[in-house]
C-alpha cells in the first residue's frame, strides 16, 4: 500500500508539472493578451515607450548611428568628411531607371499587405474570443522602412549621407514587435532535418522574423556565442555558429568601405516572453519555449532538437541579445537573382574545387557569363575583400537585383559566420583576388585611407560600434585583425601590381571597362 500512495504521488506531482507548463505558456499568454491595458494608437509609439512591456537594463544613451560620425577629434568624423567620401559617384544616376523601387506601384503594394494582415489579425483574435480596441494598422508613407525601400538604388542599398538610415536602425531598437514567426526557410523545413547531411538546411540556424508596429520587417538572429570565444579550429566553416554580433559589426564595415551592401543592422535586447512568445500566431515556434534548470525562459529550432547539431537559446531570465537585419523588399515588387560564386567551396569533409587547386581559374571564369561581365567579376572581389577582412568562408551564393542587370551591386547578405576567428587569417577567401588580379580604383583608394594612422580602420569601427547599443560588439583582438587582413590585401594589390602592372591590376570606373584585359600571364 505505501508504495502504491507513492506512485500516486509522483503522478500527482507529473500531472501537476505539465498542467503549470501549460498554463504558463499557452493559457496565460492569452490571458495576460486579454487582461493587458489598451495602447495608444500607433502614432503614438513614445508613449508606449516610455512604459516598457518588461525591465531592460539601464543603458547610457547614445545617439542613432550618423553617417558623419562622432563630436569633435572623431576619426569617424572626419573618415566620412574626407573626399573619397563626397566625390560624386557613377555612372550618375538619371531617372526612375536607377532606382529599385516605382513609389506608387511600392506603396500600393504595401497597403494590401497591410490590410491583409489587419484582416488575419482579427480573425484570429476571434479565433481565440479575444477583445480589442486597438485600432487596425496604417501605412505611413514616411515610416523608416517604406524610405529606406524607395531609397535604394543603383549605387548601393542607401545614400551616403541617408539620415533614414539612422532612423530605421533607431526604429528597429526601440519599437514594439507585434508579430514573431520562423523564416520561409525554416518553415519549408516543417521541422524535418535530414541528419545525415553534413551542411543542414539554413533554415535550421535558430533565425526569427520579427514585424513592428510600424509594420516594418527585421531578422533577428540570438546570440550562440560569447564576444571572447573563439571559433574551435577544428570546426569546419559550414558548421561554424552564426554570430548575431557579426551582422552587426559588418554593417558597420561595409558602410566604412563605402561599399554599402548590407542591410541596416542593429543590435537588440529582446524580451523573448512579451516580444516573441506573446505575439506570434504560430503555434509551433510556442511549443518549443521551455523553462530550463536555471529559470530562464528558452526556446529552440525543431530540427537541431532532433539531429543535436544546435541547442537552445536562453534569455536572462527573458532578456536576450540578438541582431535584428532590415528585410529587404520583397521579392513581388523587386526580384532577386541568387547565383552560385565561382569560389564557392567543396562543403564537405574531404575533396577540393576547382579554384582550390588551379591558380589560372580566374582565366575560366572570366570566359563564362554571367562573370565573363567586367562589373560582376569585381564585385565579386569587392565581395572577396569584405569577407577576407570578417573572416567569413560561408559566402557559396550571392545575391543581385534583377533590375540592375550584370553590372549591379552584389548584396553582402548572412554575414554571421564572420569575426569567428581573430588569431587566423583565412587567405583563401582572397582568391578572387589573388587569382584575377583585378581591383576597383575606388575599393584600392578606400582601403589606402584606412591604412594610414589618421583614418585606421580598428580606429573607426571601435568608434562606429559603441553607437550600438550591444557595444562593444566586438572584442579588442577582432578589431587589431582588422588592420592585419588589409594590410594582407594591400600586399596581395601590391604583388599584382608588380607582377602585371597598375594598369591592368587597377580598374578605373564601377565596371572597369576602360582598362584593359587583365588575367594573370
Same mark, same amino acid.
Given at each position: 500500500?505505501?508504495? *502504491?500512495?507513492?506512485?500516486?504521488?509522483?503522478?500527482?506531482?507529473?500531472?501537476?508539472?505539465?498542467?503549470?507548463?501549460?498554463?504558463?505558456?499557452? *493559457?496565460?499568454?492569452?490571458?495576460?493578451?486579454? /487582461?493587458?491595458?489598451?495602447?495608444?494608437?500607433?502614432?503614438?509609439?513614445?508613449?508606449?515607450?516610455?512604459?516598457?512591456?518588461?525591465?531592460?537594463?539601464?543603458?547610457?544613451?547614445?545617439?542613432?548611428?550618423?553617417?558623419?560620425?562622432?563630436?569633435?577629434?572623431? $576619426?569617424?568624423?572626419?573618415?566620412?568628411?574626407?573626399?573619397?567620401?563626397? =566625390?560624386?559617384?557613377?555612372?550618375?544616376?538619371?531617372?526612375?531607371?536607377?532606382?529599385?523601387?516605382?513609389?506608387?506601384?511600392?506603396?500600393?503594394?504595401?497597403?494590401?499587405?497591410?490590410?491583409?494582415?489587419?484582416?488575419?489579425?482579427?480573425?484570429?483574435?476571434?479565433?481565440?474570443?479575444?477583445?480589442?480596441?486597438?485600432?487596425?494598422?496604417?501605412?505611413?508613407? =514616411?515610416?523608416?522602412?517604406?524610405?529606406?525601400?524607395?531609397?535604394?538604388?543603383?549605387?548601393?542599398?542607401?545614400?551616403?549621407?541617408?539620415?533614414?538610415?539612422?532612423?530605421?536602425?533607431?526604429?528597429?531598437?526601440?519599437?514594439?514587435?507585434?508579430?514573431?514567426?520562423?523564416?520561409?526557410?525554416?518553415?519549408?523545413? *516543417?521541422?524535418?532535418?535530414?541528419?545525415?547531411?553534413?551542411?543542414?538546411?539554413?533554415?535550421?540556424?535558430?533565425?526569427?522574423?520579427?514585424?513592428?508596429?510600424?509594420?516594418?520587417?527585421?531578422?533577428?538572429?540570438?546570440?550562440?556565442?560569447?564576444?571572447?570565444?573563439?571559433?574551435?579550429?577544428?570546426?569546419?566553416?559550414?558548421?561554424?555558429?552564426?554570430?548575431?554580433?557579426?551582422?552587426?559589426?559588418?554593417?558597420?564595415?561595409?558602410?566604412?568601405?563605402?561599399?554599402?551592401?548590407?542591410?541596416?543592422?542593429?543590435?537588440?535586447?529582446?524580451?523573448?516572453?512579451?516580444?516573441?512568445?506573446?505575439?506570434? $500566431?504560430?503555434?509551433?515556434?510556442?511549443?518549443?519555449?521551455?523553462?530550463?534548470?536555471?529559470?530562464?525562459?528558452?526556446?529552440?529550432?525543431?530540427?537541431?532538437?532532433?539531429?543535436?547539431?544546435?541547442?537552445?537559446?536562453?534569455?536572462?531570465?527573458?532578456?536576450? =541579445?540578438?541582431?535584428?537585419?532590415?528585410? /529587404?523588399?520583397?521579392?513581388?515588387?523587386?526580384?532577386?537573382?541568387?547565383?552560385?560564386?565561382?569560389?564557392?567551396?567543396?562543403?564537405?569533409?574531404?575533396? $577540393?574545387? =576547382?579554384?582550390?587547386?588551379?591558380?589560372?581559374?580566374?582565366?575560366?571564369?572570366?570566359?563564362?557569363?554571367?562573370?565573363?561581365?567586367?562589373?560582376?567579376?569585381?564585385?565579386?572581389?569587392?565581395?572577396?575583400?569584405?569577407?577576407?577582412?570578417?573572416?567569413?568562408?560561408?559566402?557559396?551564393?550571392?545575391?543581385?537585383?534583377?533590375?540592375?542587370?550584370?553590372?549591379?551591386?552584389?548584396?553582402?547578405?548572412?554575414?554571421?559566420?564572420?569575426?569567428?576567428?581573430?588569431?587566423?587569417?583565412?587567405?583563401?577567401?582572397?582568391?578572387?583576388?589573388?587569382?584575377?588580379?583585378?581591383?576597383?580604383?575606388?575599393?584600392?583608394?578606400?582601403?589606402?585611407?584606412?591604412?594610414?594612422?589618421?583614418?585606421?580602420?580598428?580606429?573607426?569601427?571601435?568608434?562606429?560600434?559603441?553607437?550600438?547599443?550591444?557595444?562593444?560588439?566586438?572584442?579588442?583582438?577582432?578589431? /587589431?585583425?582588422?588592420?592585419?587582413?588589409?594590410?594582407?590585401?594591400?600586399?596581395?594589390?601590391?604583388?599584382?601590381?608588380?607582377?602585371?602592372?597598375?594598369?591592368?591590376?587597377?580598374?578605373?570606373?564601377?565596371?572597369?571597362?576602360?582598362?584593359?584585359?587583365?588575367?594573370?600571364?
Amino acid at each position: 500500500m505505501p508504495g *502504491l500512495r507513492r506512485d500516486r504521488l509522483l503522478t500527482l506531482l507529473l500531472l501537476g508539472a505539465l498542467l503549470a507548463a501549460d498554463l504558463y505558456f499557452h *493559457l496565460g499568454p492569452r490571458v495576460r493578451r486579454r /487582461l493587458r491595458p489598451r495602447e495608444r494608437p500607433p502614432g503614438c509609439p513614445c508613449a508606449r515607450r516610455a512604459a516598457p512591456s518588461a525591465p531592460r537594463p539601464a543603458a547610457r544613451h547614445v545617439p542613432p548611428a550618423e553617417p558623419d560620425g562622432g563630436g569633435p577629434g572623431s $576619426k569617424l568624423r572626419a573618415l566620412f568628411a574626407h573626399p573619397l567620401y563626397n =566625390e560624386p559617384e557613377e555612372p550618375p544616376l538619371l531617372g526612375p531607371e536607377d532606382s529599385l523601387l516605382a513609389g506608387p506601384e511600392a506603396l500600393r503594394y504595401y497597403r494590401r499587405k497591410v490590410a491583409r494582415w489587419n484582416r488575419r489579425h482579427k480573425i484570429y483574435k476571434e479565433q481565440l474570443n479575444l477583445t480589442s480596441l486597438d485600432p487596425p494598422l496604417q501605412l505611413r508613407l =514616411e515610416t523608416s522602412w517604406v524610405q529606406f525601400h524607395l531609397g535604394i538604388s543603383r549605387h548601393g542599398l542607401y545614400s551616403r549621407s541617408s539620415p533614414v538610415v539612422s532612423k530605421l536602425l533607431h526604429d528597429m531598437r526601440h519599437l514594439p514587435t507585434i508579430s514573431a514567426d520562423y523564416s520561409q526557410d525554416e518553415k519549408a523545413l *516543417l521541422g524535418a532535418c535530414d541528419c545525415t547531411q553534413i551542411v543542414k538546411p539554413s533554415g535550421v540556424h535558430l533565425k526569427l522574423v520579427l514585424r513592428f508596429s510600424d509594420f516594418g520587417k527585421a531578422m533577428f538572429k540570438p546570440m550562440r556565442q560569447l564576444r571572447d570565444e573563439e571559433t574551435p579550429e577544428d570546426f569546419f566553416y559550414f558548421i561554424d555558429f552564426q554570430r548575431h554580433n557579426a551582422e552587426i559589426a559588418a554593417f558597420h564595415l561595409d558602410r566604412i568601405l563605402d561599399f554599402r551592401r548590407v542591410p541596416p543592422t542593429v543590435g537588440r535586447l529582446v524580451n523573448v516572453t512579451k516580444e516573441i512568445l506573446e505575439v506570434t $500566431k504560430n503555434e509551433i515556434l510556442q511549443s518549443v519555449f521551455f523553462i530550463s534548470p536555471a529559470s530562464n525562459v528558452c526556446f529552440f529550432a525543431k530540427c537541431p532538437y532532433l539531429c543535436k547539431t544546435e541547442y537552445a537559446v536562453c534569455g536572462n531570465p527573458h532578456l536576450l =541579445e540578438g541582431s535584428l537585419s532590415a528585410f /529587404l523588399p520583397s521579392l513581388n515588387l523587386a526580384p532577386r537573382l541568387s547565383v552560385p560564386s565561382p569560389w564557392i567551396r567543396s562543403y564537405s569533409l574531404a575533396g $577540393k574545387e =576547382e579554384w582550390e587547386v588551379n591558380p589560372l581559374y580566374c582565366d575560366t571564369v572570366k570566359q563564362v557569363y554571367p562573370h565573363s561581365s567586367s562589373g560582376r567579376l569585381l564585385n565579386i572581389i569587392d565581395m572577396a575583400i569584405f569577407d577576407f577582412l570578417t573572416g567569413n568562408m560561408d559566402r557559396h551564393h550571392y545575391e543581385t537585383f534583377s533590375k540592375f542587370g550584370d553590372d549591379g551591386f552584389l548584396i553582402h547578405l548572412d554575414n554571421a559566420r564572420g569575426f569567428g576567428r581573430h588569431s587566423h587569417d583565412e587567405i583563401s577567401i582572397l582568391s578572387p583576388l589573388s587569382q584575377c588580379c583585378r581591383i576597383k580604383r575606388k575599393t584600392l583608394s578606400h582601403l589606402q585611407l584606412l591604412a594610414r594612422a589618421d583614418y585606421r580602420l580598428s580606429d573607426v569601427m571601435r568608434e562606429s560600434l559603441l553607437q550600438d547599443q550591444l557595444s562593444p560588439v566586438l572584442t579588442e583582438p577582432h578589431l /587589431l585583425a582588422l588592420d592585419r587582413r588589409l594590410q594582407t590585401v594591400l600586399r596581395t594589390v601590391r604583388g599584382c601590381i608588380e607582377a602585371h602592372g597598375e594598369h591592368s591590376v587597377v580598374a578605373n570606373g564601377p565596371t572597369g571597362q576602360s582598362a584593359p584585359d587583365s588575367g594573370p600571364s
